[in-house]
Nanobody, 128 residues
Framework: QVQLVESGGGVVQAGGSLRVSCVVS????????VGWFRQAPGKERQFVAT????????YYADSVKDRFTISRDNAKNTVYLQMNGLNPEDTAVYYC?????????????????????WGQGTQVTVSS
């Protein structure tokens, strides 16, 4: 059974930085694309960023482009989301998700429905 565990969330002041991590176990990590999504109270889940199994390809939501960086360490079965320039609008529960990539990479990895496995989430709170 594939399991995803997020960590690294917390409270940070506006303008600050935070790095959240996602450890994937129970599957063949290098076959999965891994994405980050977030959900704020009363709002729908929102795509944040995703990375291909090789780390050669990424997508970012426009709202986080140039502030957030997604990366992965296949030796550690871990994906990271480095978040800089945080603002209160970034406050949400952040979830990572893994989806079987196969031989193709496309914009469908910006959709939550593409992913097969999800973590429990980690809270990120940005104070003004």
């Amino acid at each position: 059974q594939v399991q995803l565990v997020e960590s690294g969330g917390g409270v940070v002041q506006a303008g600050g930085s935070l790095r959240v991590s996602c450890v994937v176990s129970g599957g063949t990590f290098i076959t999965y694309a891994v994405g980050w999504f977030r959900q704020a109270p009363g709002k729908e889940r929102q795509f944040v960023a995703t990375i291909s199994w090789s780390a050669r390809s990424t997508y970012y939501a426009d709202s986080v482009k140039d502030r957030f960086t997604i990366s992965r360490d296949n030796a550690k079965n871990t994906v990271y989301l480095q978040m800089n320039g945080l603002n209160p609008e970034d406050t949400a529960v952040y979830y990572c998700a893994a989806g079987r990539q196969g031989s193709t990479w496309s914009s469908t990895f910006q959709l939550g429905s593409t992913y097969n496995y999800w973590g429990q989430g980690t809270q990120v709170t940005v104070s003004s």
